[in-house]
């Protein structure tokens, strides 16, 4: 298959997802009760924040055998940046809908937000991560599991308002080779955003893409530098909750994004072949060969953009914690996500299979 092959089929599947898109909430908190016929008159404000209703709605089995289990405690839930929308706007809001539990969501890097829970700065009952590294931060005191369920490629995104939109939406369009992308991303007028590698799996998969494309499209020797600028960068690094802000108000030409990201807030973007976006499983080998030192001296490598999640222990809520674990990786809870834009692929665990809690044996299938 060639490159060109490989973009197409990209673009053409990421053509058809759908996307759910709104006001940006920096941190949203919902406890909301479930109403029985003749109780209307106990209906009492319990402090919360109103969220928009989900358009897809729960199956009935789903909704009976979580209503029967709910804890009517909150899901307190730390997620990568990038998942602020699906949480926040989406799958919490259906949550709440159908088991009663509240839901509160807070978003950063997945090293940061990692490392705020190891120290016991924050304590959410349930991690979402982008891949299995800021997992193993918390392993074993607070998770010795974690499963994946979906991808979520990188992209390029891109100001429609940017002097540059008029040649970036020819090279997504494919009307102009994806080459021309790098020698673009390096004109000194051009203003590139990412994330901190440092703390986040979004900038350190950025860097592997550039360094990928090097030998993929076969760039000038320094290409991958001279784009960065270095990797801290400050004139380009920007924190993973805010950087797409910044895109949508005019601030950045270009940003690296994760696919679903794109898709939700309606922004125009370049997507890359596979073996590139770190998004398919089937270039795990290839994505691997790319390494980057951290500051702290440690050592991480190239991997698929898969979505890790994990309830945690010792955390108030536990079990509704749990239940929001196994809402998610239930059948309503996964399409509420590709309806988002990420792709499902086959539950993958980390870790320890026999830590996993007994009522979530049943999602993982075989």
Known sequence: ?????????????????????????????????????????????????????TASAAPQAMNKAARSASPHGTASVAYAGSLQLVNDQTVGPAFVKATGDGYQGRGGGSFGIAQLIASKEITPNVFESIGTGPVRILEPKFTRWAIGFASSPLVIAYSPTSPFA?????????????????ALLGEKAFHLGRTNPQTDPQGQAFIFMLRLAKRVYHLKPGTANHILGGIQNPQQIFAEEDILSRLQSGQLDASSAFLPEAIQRHLPYIA??????????????EYATETLRLDSGKVVKGAPLEVYI?????????????AFVHFVLSEQGEQLYKSSGFALTPKVVFGDRQAIPATLLPLLGR
Request: aromatic share 4%; proline share 5%.
């Open 1 to 53: 298959m060639t490159i060109q092959d490989e973009t197409r089929n990209t673009q053409t599947r990421f053509t058809k997802a759908g996307g759910v898109a709104g006001r940006r909430g920096i941190r949203v908190s919902v406890r909301t009760l479930l109403l029985g016929a003749g109780a209307l008159t106990s209906l009492l404000t319990i402090g919360c924040a109103t969220l928009a209703p």
């Open 166 to 182: 008029t040649r970036l939406r020819a090279i997504a369009l494919g009307r102009e080779p994806l080459k021309d992308l790098f």
């Open 272 to 285: 890359l072949p596979p073996s590139i976006d770190l998004g398919s499983v089937a270039y795990e080998k």
């Open 310 to 322: 994990t309830s945690l222990t010792g955390a108030p809520d536990a079990a509704s914690g749990l």
